[in-house]
């Protein structure tokens, strides 16, 4: 937080098409900005957040204000290509550019993670393995992931929430490597480049229970193309228990029969890295106070 300012001002950085952002509406009630916004209102309660459409022809900030006016940029997940060449990839990697060379510390998750490989000069691809939908098992933090901030409180290896069908495939240079898995390799990163600094995870530390089954339902053909599945009713009776799990979290019947623990059913465990990142900006300002 800048040391003239107490009220942190927080910057959601959009990058879905209006057409996604009107599918995830219409499946779960709100786009993955609004999801950021619904979060930080809880996690950062009066701070002053603020939302960009980085991929949009007509994106803008509020008026007067640059990447540097914000104490943080948190990127939302996206169905954007990364690899694809089309101008809205080019504007979402030119806005994570501005970031970084405004040297606004930044946070992203899935697409937002990728975005900010690409423009510090790594590589993005299709998954090599599988989608990973639903939930990323049994994540591993490396070595220097388990001393890194990004990850504290969270155990030796854990579950969260995951949907995607693009990976990591070469982080820039520079950057650490700070959780995998066995189905992807780049569970999380630290990112510096220019400026600016950026810690990113692939999985949704920020979506609930509801969202996730939301994205199944969405991504079904998808899933039952990459043999996932059998067919739609498979995904539907899948995302079912996993909106009974939402509604019902204590419920051991269900978490037992999902396989999950409390990194993903309990809300505070599940935001671990998205509290981590507030608290490292709110270290930051008070060392900037003295």
Do not use: K
Not at 51 to 70: E, I, K, M, Q
Not at 157 to 176: K, N, R, Y
Not at 261 to 289: C, G, H, K, Y
């Amino acid at each position: 937080m800048a040391p003239d300012r107490q009220t942190p001002r927080l910057l959601v950085a959009e990058s879905e098409t209006p057409e996604a952002r009107d599918e995830r509406r219409a499946s779960v009630g709100r786009s993955s900005g609004e999801t950021y916004l619904d979060v930080l209102s809880r996690l950062a309660p009066g701070a002053v957040c603020d939302r960009v459409f980085p991929s949009d022809a007509d994106a803008a900030l509020p008026a007067g204000t640059s990447p540097a006016d914000y104490d943080a940029v948190l990127f939302s997940g996206s169905p954007l290509h990364l690899y694809d060449e089309t101008p809205e990839t080019r504007r979402a990697i030119a806005f994570m550019r501005a970031v970084f060379d405004a040297g606004t510390p930044s946070f992203g998750s899935c697409a937002g993670l990728q975005v900010a490989t690409v423009a510090a000069g790594g590589s993005v691809r299709p998954n090599v393995r599988r989608p990973e939908a639903a939930f990323a098992r049994r994540i591993t933090p490396t070595e220097a992931g388990r001393a890194h901030p990004l990850l504290a409180g969270r155990p030796a290896a854990f579950d969260a929430p995951s949907i995607h069908t693009d990976e990591v495939e070469a982080l820039p240079p520079g950057a650490v490597l700070l959780a995998e898995n066995g189905l992807t390799t780049v569970q999380a990163a630290e990112i510096r480049f220019g400026r600016g600094t950026f810690w990113g995870v692939q999985y949704h530390p920020e979506i609930g229970l509801d969202e996730v089954a939301g994205a199944l339902r969405r991504q079904a053909d998808g899933l039952v193309e990459a043999g996932l599945a059998r067919d739609r009713a498979d995904i539907e009776g899948y995302a079912g228990q996993i909106d009974a799990l939402h509604r019902e979290p204590e419920r051991p019947d269900l978490a037992w029969r999902l396989g999950l623990d409390e990194q993903v059913t309990d809300e505070r465990r599940r935001l671990t890295e998205l509290r981590n990142f507030l608290e490292s900006l709110r270290r930051v300002a008070i060392r900037n106070l003295h």
